[in-house]
């Protein structure tokens, strides 16, 4: 006779094959395994990090990532998925800090580079994605958007957010990760919407 965790292994390489985990599937894991592992995870990002605030922008950023992929197939065991994506980004960051900065080249024809422009397919794609996002952060509700634009537009730390909205810094903390959350559900449900249509 089967136990329930040779059922659940049975379901999860149904996923596997098929068609991904809901939503609310997603949700309910990303609580019970992902949440669990903030601390390790910002520690080891502040560790690698220039500032705090720079690592809780990667473990927002992570959250996002490992999200949108547990919606393909959510990962057993988690840990290692949740840090390789941690280490990724944060070389992806080295690579990008290496990069000269634009506004130091001051004559760019003095370079004799060719300027790669983008085709009007890829700047209507932009336009539509820019679409997209705005519409899901119309979505959002009030508490979660206001938090979430001030962290990611204006730059603030989680606790210059929380003395701005005079909130404790752990509900700011829970109002971005909701944010994050809800963004990738709106976004990702419509590409599902898409892809479904067809």
């Known amino acids: 006779m089967e136990d329930a965790s ?4 049975g379901d999860s390489n149904l996923r596997k094959a098929g068609e991904g985990a809901g ?3 997603v949700k309910a894991w990303f609580v019970r395994e992902v949440l669990p592992l903030e601390g390790t995870l910002l520690q080891f990002l502040r560790k690698s990090s220039s500032s705090a605030a720079d ?16 919606r393909k197939e959510i990962p057993n065991p988690t840990r290692p998925l949740l840090f390789k994506i941690a280490r ?13 900065p634009i506004q130091v080249v001051e004559n760019l ?6 300027i790669d422009e983008p085709g009007p397919d890829r700047t209507v794609i932009a336009r539509e994605e820019l679409r997209r996002l705005q519409v899901a952060l119309d979505k959002l509700p009030e508490r979660y958007r206001k938090p979430f634009l001030m962290k990611k537009i204006d730059g603030l ?16 903390e829970m109002h971005l ?9 709106v976004l990702y449900r419509d590409q599902l919407d898409i892809g479904g249509a067809a």
Request: with cysteine; aromatic share 2%.
């Open 55 to 70: 690592a809780e922008d990667l473990c927002q950023d992570v959250y996002m990532r490992i999200f949108v992929s547990a």
């Open 109 to 114: 024809e003095a370079l004799d580079v060719a």
């Open 88 to 100: 990724d980004l944060l070389v992806d960051r080295a690579r990008r800090q290496q990069i000269v």
């Open 177 to 185: 990760t909701e944010a994050v959350r809800a963004l990738a559900d």
């Open 23 to 25: 939503v609310s599937e």
């Open 157 to 172: 730390s989680t606790r210059e957010i929380a003395v701005r909205l005079g909130a404790a810094e752990k509900t700011v």
């Open 6 to 9: 040779d059922i659940n292994r």
